[in-house]
């Protein structure tokens, strides 16, 4: 197969006919020349004739009738390619202002990232089993690494299922997908207010009917809950995004308990975040209180490993697998057997645990240093800086909020603030206005600066020294 | 955060409170011994009373008020997670047969996989840019990949379109659930039958009305497309699944006509197969004729490299670019950067279009071996070998296509049918039953063995020896 740039004799008069049968000075049925009465007459072999000839019938041009000749095939009006030059537009010129400090929530400090380790788990797999890293395997994800998760969400989540019911998807968005069409369409669904965007954008693009429900301290509201007409709840218990609520046990009985009034209605916890915890034992997850294959767990590698990597998985309630094994014949499993196989390896041999101590130390300093910042402040507050890789910093001052972010934006700090996420009110906090700080990929030696920076835009005063 | 196999002491205090108060021993806003008097009760330090409440603090068992004390929270019938061992069930034992020859159309030979070039590529990119590998980038994919792909596709299949409208995926599956998102749920689609059937379930799977078009000698009818009430058709038009009909130039006109009379109607091409044509130069894509923003072009990298590496592409017309960007606040990017960069390297570095070359003719070599078997019977008919992975073997015999199969599957040889594809009819090839023979995963000493054994299950004869 040849590139079209390589121009051959026998494409010059593939190309010729071409234009001649497009531009009608062949009519329809016409025969052509033969082959040997056209070579001589170019003076060329007959064999580059055939070679334009059979270009000509593979692509519909012509049809060949044995023992009788070339005829022009049935036309349509033809639209024939236009090769003009392709003009560069559009290359995507961020527009973006430059920021000195961003206090993200969807990047990670990269410069942990145990790169070394990953190329060499690289190689070890490349060097082995050939068919299991490059054929399709079980659209569920490599049966060894679901195990490994298994294994981990059992002694870090509380969470006691079989392997059979771990699916691994590229993120936690396709595995909303999936779990949108297992579920279906029709019966509505509800979300946390404020919450993520994309959790809302996702729903509605699947013309999804979605409530909106607001928080109390506890977290979501079962009373609005209740007063929804929604069958399916999509929460973040173990850290709400992005006022970092951990629901409390009682909060998690009632929500079950509203589960468990109807056989249509499902909980969906998901449980970003939730590896970083900063005191005490982990909080278990909403799952492990599920006795009635109610709650769908949705967890991700995103935030303990690097963003890029798309690895996240779910865990299925038992009743639901006959149900997703009907829609198998077309959902593959999306994340490479490679990237499957080195991440099986990376937990099997230990590096996962010991990356995420390591981040979870490296991240605990980061918010010590954002703490003795803040804490010289009398009028900030720092919230729900106990898990997760972002908290709330509010301050008591007459301020609004968007005012905050934009005086932040002409000190060059990108940062946000709560009332961005709340998909209902286009309020304004100024009693406390609230900004959302994720420090996870900002450089430690930028931290001191930035908060001081942020606090100061406002004009907050620091404490008189004593 | 410890694991909760590791019982320290702090933890055994915090499960016996957890255990009282979900037994009712306490009641809801009871006070909690003071932290001294229990670590003197019990001998323990007052640090080690401290770290349990504050984990039944965490976890909203108990509240604390401020020089006062500990009390019980508000109580909900609680159900406690109940540690009963995991019964290793259902661990997903295959029940498949075991198959001496395998004629599948969804492997390849992966004994060719550059499995060296690509270690080293990866360790390349590990070693370089972090920030670029690790956090998340363009939802559309990373820009220097889909440059390299849009000169690759002007290249070879004739397609002229800005980088900004190439949209890196997943696999085929999950480009195609982005169109379904771009396009909507509620015109009607059309698809060709026989097809594969993942596009079908996909399409069902959406809740969108779904025509099943027939085909004639030319592909997918237009004159039945006419009569649907379809808005979108998606074809194969290089080389249609499985009958390998490549699409002539009368009826890609015929199609893109059709596609104009409505600004609600478009085409969805999919490409796939496209790199194997084993004579002459590539049939440019029918996207390459387009004038009007009609087609949208998707391929994958799936059958080139191997399928389990999961990276595709689609081209978006222009028009539909508006309503991707409204989208892309749910859809991220599905694949790894990691994976992308090795795959730009791969390209840019003149890997892929080598691999490629080495790999059309390896499988070329593999369908003379098949050709020159099936030579020997006068009764068994090759069709539709000119291009792609698979191609149709028909034979002149009274024998219903399932029984064929049956046979074969006794001989230990798996291989599917035409009529398997069909979504209409249950109908089963008697007079012409057809079988479609994927070769490429089939390693090339087994493929004498396999044709003969398949071909002498319903007792075809050689040719008498000449």
């Known amino acids: 197969m040849m590139p079209y740039s390589k121009q051959t004799l026998y494409m010059k008069l593939y190309e010729q006919f071409k234009k001649m049968i497009n531009d009608n000075k062949y009519k329809a049925h016409e025969k052509l020349p033969s082959k040997r009465k056209l070579a001589d007459s170019l003076k060329i072999s007959p064999l580059t004739v055939q070679a334009a000839y059979d270009q000509l019938i593979a692509e519909g041009y012509i049809y060949a009738i044995e023992k009788s000749g070339y005829y022009v095939s049935k036309k349509v009006d033809v639209m024939p390619l236009i090769t003009q030059k392709r003009k560069p537009e559009n290359q995507e010129i961020s527009t973006e202002d430059t920021y000195t400090y961003e206090f993200k929530t969807n990047i990670i400090d990269t410069s942990f990232f145990p790169s070394s380790t990953w190329a060499k788990l690289t190689r070890d797999v490349l060097a082995e089993n050939h068919h299991e890293t490059l054929n399709v395997t079980d659209p569920k994800g490599i049966l060894k690494l679901r195990e490994e998760i298994t294994r981990y969400i059992e002694v870090y989540r509380g969470i006691q299922v079989d392997p059979s019911q771990i699916i691994i998807g ?13 579920l279906g369409r029709k019966e509505p669904y509800a979300i946390e207010n404020p919450n993520y965007p994309k959790i809302y954008h996702l729903l509605k693009g699947n013309d999804v009917k ?11 509201s079962i009373q609005s809950l209740e007063q929804s007409s929604a069958c399916i709840v999509h929460v973040t218990p173990s850290h709400q995004f992005p006022t970092g609520i951990v629901m409390p046990i ?11 009034q109807s056989d249509k209605r499902y909980i969906i916890e998901d449980d970003y975040d939730s590896e970083f915890r900063y005191q005490g034992k982990p909080i278990p997850a909403l799952q492990s209180l599920d006795q009635n294959d109610k709650v769908i767990y949705i967890n991700t590698f995103t935030k303990t490993l690097a963003p890029a990597f798309r690895i996240a998985y779910m865990v299925l309630p038992k009743k639901l697998l006959p149900k997703y094994q009907s829609l198998i014949l077309y959902h593959g499993c999306t994340v490479p057997n490679l990237e499957q196989l080195i991440m099986y390896r990376f937990m099997h041999e230990g590096y996962f645990e010991r990356h995420i101590n390591r981040m979870r130390n490296h991240y ?14 009398p009028d900030a507050l720092m919230i729900g800086q106990e898990a997760g890789l972002h908290f709330l910093l509010m301050v008591k001052k007459q301020v609004l909020e968007s005012d905050w972010i934009e005086k932040a934006r002409q000190h060059h700090i990108f940062v946000t603030g709560v009332s ?19 420090y996870s990929g900002m450089p430690t030696d930028d931290l001191e600066n930035a908060m001081h920076t942020l606090l100061g835009a406002i004009g907050l005063q620091k404490h008189e020294k004593s």
Chains 1, 2 share one sequence.
């Not at 009682?250 to 509203?258: A, V």
């Open 170 to 182: 590229s993120g936690g968005s396709q595995l909303m997908s999936i779990v949108i069409d297992i």
């Open 210 to 220: 979605v409530s909106l429900i607001p928080l109390d301290a506890s977290g979501l």
């Open 250 to 260: 009682h909060r998690r009985n009632e929500l079950l308990n509203w589960a468990n």
């Open 364 to 377: 605990r300093h980061k918010l010590d240093i954002l703490k003795d910042v803040i804490d010289m402040y």
């Open 420 to 438: 961005q996420y709340d998909h209902v009110r286009d309020f304004n906090h100024t009693e406390f206005p609230t900004l959302i700080i994720g």
